[in-house]
């Protein structure tokens, strides 16, 4: 049992100034989930990157809602590119993207306005910034990522020259777990795209998309694991001390909302082995390259790239929004009961949807350590 | 299998600029593991906080090489204050520390200089700089978070008149693991002190300090977890969207060197439940105070603290350096075999030094964020 | 005579990576002259001050084209708040606001597409980029200070409550210069707002208009000068060595597009005069208030302001464009002639325009630094 | 007459968090005038740059006070690089500098410990903070800027393969000025070293000399100004917008203790002038080289350098501290007289002493701009 009081009167008046993310690629997102519209704007982008707006639209269709398993929220997500691109080519300057909101429904939140919700960042938002934007929860809705997969894109076309390509699965939901795999080297993309749940195995698949519907059914939802794995990374990106890579990229993940954990290859299994255990041999073979029979370190080293594969892990927890009722308290302390409308629309298991956010964090990461590792030779 | 180049021309001239952390309350390191000194500058602290060098003196104990079952190298780790104090406050001015190297043996490093040292950053730092301080690991050491935890003491005398109270312990070594506890609020700080590897259950200690000495004996090394846990902090440190509480706790771990992974609150046990079971409940009872039965988010929701305890862990892999001869290649890239001398001196387990490291990494990055959430109020 | 040698080929791909400013209170531009649209997006703006889009609008009216002596281009600069804003009152989000361009004409500029413009930024764009968006000088147009006035509107409704005002003015254009004012404490509003130039002296004001009139008419261009006055300021906003008051004013006045020079207080003729003729002395009155009769130090001593009025001045180059033929090059190298079409439209005096972006500036930079001061007293 | 209230009850707490200068190349400053020693952290400097401690000493020598014309006090100056150079050469580490304090006389100083300063930070550090070093001025002594100096013999060597050199000199003290040069592409470092007060025209040089002898008799101070002069700078360096080069050294020089205004190029002289003069034109000439007879923009367009060498000037106010009497009021309100005594130590003319800071600061401002420009090219 935990007890501890809470001044509301202290609150009134706080700022939220963190929507930027990156150093030299930089994005900076805005606007709430049901107002008129979210957008991104990106910088640190160089002059010359070929974009198209459907190479956005193929990484927004991944985490767009309105798919099965997922919300039943229709948001078309088109994205207007406002700035920053001239004759099909970035110029340099600040790439500015608009998605306008198509499918806000505010009534639907309208009974629940004074409700604080179990799980919900509307008990803290109330504690920090005495307003909150009850619609669909604003600002600390998950719509908010769509904007981060639209940077993501461009990400992605800055890192494909060098063939750096990034996969994003689910590997878990609930206790239903993927085979283990130290070195998933061999994740073919197109596993992962025709599963409706994103996982590559299609036996677990299946057996995924089950459960979260007889979840979904009973109006609870599920938590589960989203995989991330980089190829083609060369040696050397990511810095020592405070900017290692995997510093960094769990700064991204757990940025994600949802998320309560992150490992970077052999993670938290890494604590039980022992160095002659766990330490990654090199052996170098009849055609120079270097060879290794495990890859524990996930491809990262001191908080630098070592050119052999990065992958990890990231948990995600079961939304908070389900239909079941549940004990709380209002916006004037008292208790009572919240229960969400049959029309209000959730997603039964979010870490379907994160799967395009993990992977767009994992390239904006990415080609920001890119771009900073740019810094050099004199 | 994983095979792959290394292009050792391209390295040259690298920067090494991510020496800084934090937005507010500042702290930026130097110093290599066999130089002359080490040091860390704290920008952006408050005037008229009382600093003593005792309170520094009693962090870096914690993580003092030369105690049981740690590296055997003697170093007193005598901080000296250079700047920012005058008649035992602070300025507002920044704060310069230094800490000598009293027992650096470079010699002791010179027969592996042109190893690749499995599971060690000297592979990555040689190829993405070309240099690399071989004596002791120069930069890559983590002699570097003896700076940490110095800074860290300072940031306690920021949070230390509002009663936020940070701890931190091992949890695990190898697969000896503590008896779990979903809401570790009742941790007593005597309980850790006590214990020569930083473990507040008795009987996991004696394990623990066991098995490390049996590790230790054999010329290898283990993993271990560390938890940390923080008590007292009010409703409202954190962001929302990119400096969410957990995601730059997340980023101050995963920069601690050997650390692999994070969990905030129920971690990746999230990912398991259902939303009935995860989400905390909240009840007021007679007393206008909040209560809930069950902590899963671990204090924060939407990147914002609740004002209950705020919890959580990190993964620390085996110490890379291990007596054990190991394969690896040379900076030519031959094959050859790795055996550090018997004089050599390392960690069994990191994660017992780690600790003093956890809880530098907390209370930097809630002083950072209880200074940013002072930003308000117009 | 200066002759140098330029290296195209190096340019392709750099990064524009410079359209953020701030610190804690902090906007991004983005949009080009003649594309769709231009935008910022305004992060670190506490919740609670209230916004009306009619506040926007009284700004950019200040530096709107299309009136009497400036540019004959004609944009309604209707701002659109897309986010940041609930119910009239700021949430504490970030606040986008997007003007679209009604009135741009892409082909203007298509006969000089290949020609290096004398004192214009084509030249080092591409150089540094390879492309350049002719249309209107696409980034590099003085458009996007509109997105800095609009952003200055937001900063005066956070300095409001504290009674903190901010005035600008053109005090010269050419030789005609307003009769000196050390400590111009007593400038009212309202004579600024009267003048078409917006200069408050009402002969000096009437012999500009005249001035820029003759000049328009010969083709030609003319610089001048821009003061600024913050009055209310409190003592204590601003910070010592690198964040100092006037630094942080000088890199906000320089990076108004055809800013040549800056000054705070006595400025330049601070180097002419001795330490006892420039010292400024306090007295202490019956009212317990602070005296002095001259203010040399601008109402800053020391990086921090001094509660005494805050002014300084900003030098104008005259504009670039002009109807007279002038010699230069094209892109290829070859000597050519540039001539503007007769329909171009171009400022005769970019000072004009400038006060309300000067304004905006001071306004910005004030917002930080009181927000930034904030961060205070454990 | 100016007449404000001051609330010293607001003061205490208040943070200095601005001691750390630049983006890529970061320098971090510490320490207090008549503390134990002051010193810089260097981040961002690439690997393999030469340096040696000679370098150091030799830009220190321009400096130091102790000379004829400055300050008698003797400091030597004498740097300890503590980190970050590994056998001659940087590892791409921070690299730490130490200037230990010689020649502090903390006693001078303890009878005005109560006065208010005409002229001096003292009023606003006890407005913003409560406490003041009075020891020498603590944090706001000129002392800083030794390691300004520092760090700008650290980015002379990162510059000077790419033959970038930097040129500082006094060009005029009170109302002596050195005849004016609309393009002073010719300076020769010689006829400024061998100046006394660093003015490298001979006539000038000696008005200067007598001039500073006669006021400082007269136990006063006189102002200055400090031109630069930036040569072999490549096209491209400098971004639009915020980070405008002349925005960055702007700010750099106003960061300079005493600064009150500074020029790019043609400067305040710009104002005056029409388009048709101020324009510089572009010829081609036989060797492909780009020629022009004016270089009114001084090297800079739209931000970025146009590869024409890049000058400019700065206005240093007299040095605040003078051995006349002066009117003020203490820390209390009370109004009294300010004598300092005989045997305080007071530079005449603080711009000669600030030809070495300028000049660092450039270095400096363009280090940053090199490293910066080098993240392209993907």
Redesign the interface.
């Known amino acids: 049992?935990?007890?501890?009081?809470?001044?509301l009167s202290?609150?009134?008046?706080?700022?939220?100034?963190?929507?930027?993310?990156g150093n030299?690629f930089?994005i900076?997102?805005?606007?709430?989930s049901h107002?008129?519209?979210?957008?991104v704007?990106i910088?640190?982008?160089?002059?010359?990157?070929p974009i198209t707006v459907e190479r956005i639209i193929s990484h927004l269709k991944w985490r767009r809602p309105g798919q099965a398993l997922t919300s039943p929220r229709k948001e078309p997500d088109e994205p207007i590119i406002?700035?920053?691109v001239?004759d099909g080519?970035t110029?340099?300057?600040?790439?500015?993207i608009?998605i306008r909101n198509k499918d806000a429904k505010k009534t639907h939140y309208d009974d629940i306005k004074h409700i604080?919700r179990?799980?919900?960042?509307n008990?803290?938002?109330i504690?920090?910034?005495?307003?909150?934007?009850h619609h669909g929860g604003?600002?600390?809705s998950a719509r908010?990522t769509a904007c981060r997969v639209a940077a993501g894109a461009i990400a992605e076309a800055?890192l494909e020259?060098?063939n750096i390509r990034v996969a994003a699965y689910v590997s878990?939901?609930?206790?239903i777990t993927m085979p283990d795999s130290n070195?998933p080297?061999d994740i073919k993309i197109d596993t992962i795209t025709q599963s409706p749940v994103f996982c590559p195995d299609p036996t677990t698949s299946e057996r995924i998309s089950d459960h979260i519907q007889t979840?979904a059914q009973q109006g609870?939802?599920?938590?589960?694991?989203v995989n991330f794995l980089i190829q083609g990374c060369?040696?050397?990106l990511g810095?020592?001390?405070?900017?290692?890579l995997?510093?960094?990229?769990?700064?991204?993940?757990?940025?994600i909302?949802a998320?309560?954990?992150?490992?970077?290859?052999?993670?938290?299994n890494?604590?039980?082995?022992?160095?002659?255990?766990?330490?990654?041999?090199?052996?170098?073979?009849d055609q120079?390259?270097?060879?290794?029979?495990s890859?524990?370190?996930?491809g990262?080293?001191?908080?630098?790239?070592?050119?052999?594969?990065i992958y990890g892990k990231v948990?995600?927890?079961?939304?908070?929004?389900?239909k079941?009722s549940?004990?709380?308290?209002d916006t004037s302390?008292?208790?009572t009961t919240l229960t969400f409308a049959k029309h209000t629309r959730h997603d039964p298991c979010v870490?379907i949807r994160a799967v395009a956010v993990v992977k767009a964090m994992c390239l904006i990461t990415l080609a920001d350590a890119y771009?900073?590792?740019?810094?050099?030779?004199?």
């Open positions: 049992m935990v007890s501890y009081s809470v001044d202290n609150a009134k008046g706080k700022i939220m100034a963190s929507n930027t993310f030299i930089r900076t997102t805005w606007g709430e107002g008129k519209a979210i957008g704007v910088d640190g982008v160089p002059a010359g990157v406002e700035s920053g001239f080519y110029t340099g300057a600040p790439i500015s608009i604080m179990p799980g919900h960042a008990f803290t938002y504690n920090k910034y005495s307003v909150f934007d604003g600002r600390a908010e800055i020259p060098m878990s939901a609930g206790s070195l080297a979840i609870d939802s599920v938590g589960g694991t060369p040696a050397g810095d020592p001390i405070y900017h290692k995997e510093a960094l990229l769990a700064y991204a993940m757990l940025s909302p998320s309560k954990g992150f490992e970077i290859g052999s993670g938290f890494a604590s039980t082995l022992t160095g002659s255990q766990h330490n990654d041999s090199w052996h170098s073979n120079q390259q270097i060879e290794q029979t890859n524990n370190c996930g990262i080293l001191g908080g630098i790239s070592t050119g052999a594969p948990a995600f927890k079961p939304t908070s929004s389900i079941k549940q004990q709380t308290i302390g008292n208790n870490a771009l900073s590792n740019k810094t050099a030779k004199v």
